[in-house]
């Protein structure tokens, strides 16, 4: 009997110390921004648009102090939709947001000008796809995530399976997972 008693006694502490752990967990999350880089230095917002030409935001987010491999998440008011690389047979790999119901979002860089150019993964090495926003003339920008504090981390495509569709997000064939990794350091380093 006493040690029935003692777990009831314990259950609503560790409820306590769950919601607690809880609480301090949703504190922990930073928000950085995800942006294009214009060889002239400005930088440009990545959005997701849907069919109606409405704007969300894309983010990284970096929880309880992970900066090491952020998802990448477009932000439809208090939903996260996951962005990822689709599998494909362009050129270029698209990169895109999955509603819950299998709505495809674009994810586009937004040039003051009103151009709108296409994020796409263009090239891959080995389990990394290089994601980059395309220019009309073919110039890749490069896509970087933003912390409020001005640091930055590389937005890359990351492939955890050997076979082409890496998963399936309501019905939609995913190839990689799009992260924000900090930046490689330079040969020699």
């Known amino acids: 009997m ?13 409820g306590l110390l769950v919601a607690a752990t809880s609480t301090i967990q949703a504190q922990e999350l930073t928000v950085w921004h995800i942006k294009a880089v214009h060889p002239e230095g400005r930088l440009l917002d990545v959005k997701a648009l849907d069919r109606n030409g409405k704007i969300y935001d894309i983010k990284a987010l970096e929880e309880n102090g992970n900066r090491q491999f952020m998802d990448i998440k477009s932000l439809m008011g208090d939903t996260r939709i996951p962005v990822k690389i689709l599998v494909s047979d362009d050129k270029y790999a698209p990169v895109k947001a999955i509603a819950d119901d299998g709505t495809i979002l674009d994810i586009k860089a937004l040039a003051p000008d009103g151009q709108r150019l296409d994020v796409k993964g263009v090239k891959r090495s080995g389990s990394i796809f290089h994601i980059k926003a395309v220019a009309p003339d073919g110039q890749f920008y490069g896509i970087k995530a933003i912390s409020p504090q001005g640091q930055l981390c590389d937005v890359k495509g990351i492939k955890v399976s050997s076979e082409l569709k890496e998963t399936e997000i309501a019905g939609v064939p995913v190839a990689a997972h799009v992260k924000a990794l900090p930046p490689a350091p330079a040969r020699g380093e």
């Open 2 to 14: 006493r040690t029935c008693h003692k777990s009831t006694l314990l259950l609503p502490i560790i």
